[in-house]
C-alpha cells in the first residue's frame, strides 16, 4: 500500500490539497499545474480503496463531491510526515 501511495507522484500534492482545505476534484486540477482529471481520479480512487480518503458525494445538480481524510488517514499521514523528517535528516548528514 505505501509504496502504490507514495509511487504516485500526486498522491502527496493531493494530501497538501485537503491540508490545506482544497477538497473537491475539479479545484484541485485547476490549483496544480500538469494534474489532469484522469491521474487525479485514478489517484482518489486509490486512496479511496486503501481507506486513506472518503468519497462524499451531495445529490445536488450539478453534482457536488468532496474528498476527506479518514481516522485512518490521518494515521497514515502522520507516518508519511515522519519517513520525510526521517530522510531529511539523512540528507542533512550528507
Partial sequence: M?????????SLT???LLTSGIN???E???SVEGLSTKV???CLRRNVEFGILERLAYP???PRV???VTTFGKKFLRILGELEKLQEE???RE
Fill in 2 to 10: 505505501v509504496e502504490t501511495i507514495y509511487g504516485c507522484k500526486w
Fill in 14 to 16: 493531493v494530501y497538501q
Fill in 24 to 26: 473537491r476534484p475539479g
Fill in 28 to 30: 484541485m486540477v485547476r
Fill in 40 to 42: 487525479l481520479n485514478s
Fill in 60 to 62: 445536488e445538480i450539478p
Fill in 66 to 68: 468532496e474528498y476527506h
Fill in 90 to 92: 539523512i540528507e542533512a
